[in-house]
């Protein structure tokens, strides 16, 4: 296939150009910085593009088969103020309106639009599935906004497939890079109460359902990016505590995460205890379904 991916220098992104190339995918890679990028996206052409400069250079979309859209401002690079929940919001919904635009012209065969877990907004204990409905928070209302930006795909006869994220742990970056300096210090711990679920996924499986989605025909619509095995924000610290060698017995109360970090606490706090049913009904394998698993391959 040829492939085009948007958010290429992206932690997911970086992976998934390599991986594409790996199995012999023509990968197409954009970027707001091309020249950099060249050095991190070895064997993809690099071409440069900005989410919210308008639709995608003219003629990129030509002859390609699948579009892999990731781009997107990120989500835990600082405090909610209003300006960022604007640029948070924006990025996605307008960034996405500018690639279906162009997919609207050239028509790929599909189009594959992450999306997040933040969809459901919190859920307690509730297992959450692709036909779960949206919550009402703030990140959900992105998620609806965004998904519904991407959906209308479909009305230009091209499959269209949302992906909703998870937790992606990974080396190198994403949100296990934030989390390890307390715990290295031995001063981690769990949040909150630590009964909130979270939905996690390996990189490697993340990039996988990624390419499994763009390769399987009859995949269309919301795809639970996540381990089949959701855990615990307690089961979580003591998990990574554990594969660390270190202590994980100092928590952070709710109420001082707010003060810490913000509106932003809501997507730490936030329980979503997601089962992946697309996945596993289409045959995915998952490298790393334990959490465990998972913490050892990156640490080893």
């Not at 150009?17 to 996206?41: F, I, T």
């Not at 692709?130 to 009402?136: K, L, N, R, V, Y």
């Amino acid at each position: 296939m040829r492939i085009l991916i948007t958010g290429a220098t992206g932690f997911i992104g970086r992976a998934l150009v390599a991986e594409a190339r790996r199995r012999d995918h023509a990968v197409v890679a954009l970027s707001r910085d091309p020249e950099r990028a060249k050095d991190a996206l070895r064997g993809a052409r690099v071409l440069g593009w900005d989410p919210m400069s308008g639709p995608l250079p003219p003629g990129v979309t030509e002859g390609i088969d699948a579009v892999i859209h990731l781009a997107g401002e990120n989500v835990g690079a600082g405090r909610w103020t209003r300006k960022r929940m604007a640029a948070i919001r924006a990025s996605r919904v307008a960034g996405t309106a500018n690639v279906v635009e162009s997919v609207a012209r050239s028509r790929p065969r599909v189009f594959v639009c992450a999306s997040a877990t933040g969809w459901y907004g919190h859920r307690g204990d509730e297992v959450l599935t692709e036909e779960s409905p949206a919550g009402h928070d703030f990140l959900a209302g992105v998620c609806r906004a965004w998904e519904a930006e991407a959906e209308k795909a479909v009305a230009h006869g091209v499959r269209c497939v949302r992906v909703r994220t998870g937790v992606v742990l990974g080396k190198g970056g994403g949100a296990l890079d934030k989390m390890l300096t307390p715990f290295r210090m031995n001063v981690g711990g769990r949040l909150g109460s630590g009964k909130q679920w979270m939905s996690w996924i390996h990189l490697d499986d993340i990039v996988g359902l990624f390419l499994h989605a763009a390769e399987t025909p009859s995949i269309a619509g919301p795809m639970l990016g996540v381990s089949p095995l959701p855990v615990t924000n307690r089961e979580f610290t003591r998990t990574l505590g554990r594969t660390l060698g270190k202590w994980t017995f100092l928590p952070m109360p709710g109420f001082m995460l707010r003060v810490v970090v913000g509106k932003m606490a809501e997507v730490l706090l936030g329980s979503q205890r997601c089962d992946p049913t697309v996945a596993k009904r289409t045959g995915y394998a998952f490298r790393y379904p334990t959490l465990e698993g998972a913490l050892r391959q990156i640490f080893a």
